[in-house]
């Protein structure tokens, strides 16, 4: 089992930075892929970035050279750094965790939220 506790979440103007952490219970956290996941009023939730088990991140077209996935495996954490936020990027973030190379999602936390204003 796995919980995972999302924070960092805020209100801040389009152009600003902010730094999402979720961090994971367990003592096998570096055999899970990680990945962040948002969802915006209105729409469906959809995946932001994910990390690799093996470390290799992935990014959604639209976060691609503005945000940044990392992980620190000895603390059980894992990243999602937000430059360049725009009024679009305004949701709920979700941390997730899937074992190595299975398809689904199985764990996820309680999600924080972030608000850009134009």
């Known amino acids: 089992q796995v919980q995972l506790v999302e924070s960092g979440g805020g209100l801040l103007q389009a152009g600003g930075s902010l730094r999402l952490s979720c961090a994971a219970s367990?003592?096998?956290?570096?055999?899970?892929?990680m990945g962040w996941f948002r969802q915006a009023p209105g729409k469906e939730r959809e995946v932001v970035a994910r990390i690799e088990w093996s470390g290799a991140p992935y990014y959604a077209d639209s976060v691609k050279g503005r945000f940044t996935i990392s992980r620190d495996n000895a603390k059980n954490t894992v990243y999602l750094q937000l430059n360049s936020l725009e009024p679009e990027d305004t949701a709920t973030y979700y941390c997730?965790?899937?074992?190595?190379?299975?398809?689904?999602?199985?764990?996820w936390g309680q999600g924080t939220q972030v608000t850009v204003s134009s």
């Open positions: 997730a965790a899937r074992y190595k190379y299975k398809s689904s999602w199985d764990y």
């Open positions: 367990g003592r096998t956290f570096s055999s899970y892929t």
